[in-house]
Structure formats: structure tokens, C-alpha cells
């Protein structure tokens, strides 16, 4: 089973920036495509951004322009850069596969965003 952590989250003023990972232990999920969701409180899932194995990135209107979504094969880690963030972003961040694998949710890492 894929274990998924992921870091950087934090308390940011509108118009800020964070960087978020993710790191996978145990069965490394590299040949996958990854991706990176958030939830904010009252709402459902919503998928941010997907990234394949070679790097084609897709990404929910909401973030085009702001957020990317990158990896390092190598280190089993993906990241999310977040620029021009929005309080409408604040919500808590998991990685996973796309689609998600049930077994393969993180903690999450909350992202809360002031105006």
C-alpha cells in the first residue's frame, strides 16, 4: 500500500504564495498519474491539478495561471506551487493518484489563505 505525506501548508495573506509536497514511502507510485485535491469545509473533493509520469499537466479553471504542478520521479515527490492565492483556496490539501486510490490518502496539509 502507498503511503502519501504531505508538507507545507500554513496560514498565507491573499496574494501569497506556498509551496506544497508530497512524498511517498512503501510501493512507489511513480508510473502513475498524480494529482493534488483540496477540500474546504461543507464542500466536497474537488480535483486541483493532475500531473502524468512524463510531466503533461491539467489543472481546474479556478488555479490555471496561479498554481503548478510539478515531480521529481527520482525523489517520489510532487509538488503544488500556489501563487496569487485567493481565500477561496483555503482548504485542506491532499495528494493521490488520478483517479484516487482509497487506500492511498495522505494527512493532508492545510492551506488557509486571509483576505
Known amino acids: 500500500q502507498v503511503q502519501l505525506s504531505e508538507f507545507g501548508g500554513g496560514l498565507v495573506q491573499a496574494g501569497g504564495s506556498l509551496v506544497l509536497s508530497c512524498a511517498a514511502s512503501g510501493s512507489s507510485p511513480s508510473i502513475r498519474t498524480m494529482a493534488w485535491y483540496r477540500q474546504a469545509p461543507g464542500k466536497q473533493r474537488e480535483l486541483v491539478a493532475t500531473?502524468?509520469?512524463?510531466?503533461?499537466?491539467i489543472y481546474v479553471d479556478s488555479v490555471k495561471g496561479r498554481f503548478t504542478i510539478s515531480r521529481d520521479n527520482a525523489k517520489n515527490t510532487v509538488y503544488l506551487q500556489m501563487n496569487s492565492l485567493k481565500p477561496e483556496d483555503t482548504a485542506l490539501y491532499c495528494c493521490?493518484?488520478?483517479?484516487?486510490?482509497?487506500?492511498?490518502w495522505g494527512q493532508g496539509t492545510q492551506v488557509t489563505v486571509s483576505s
Open positions: 493521490n493518484t488520478a483517479p484516487p486510490g482509497d487506500g492511498f
Open positions: 500531473i502524468t509520469r512524463g510531466g503533461v499537466t
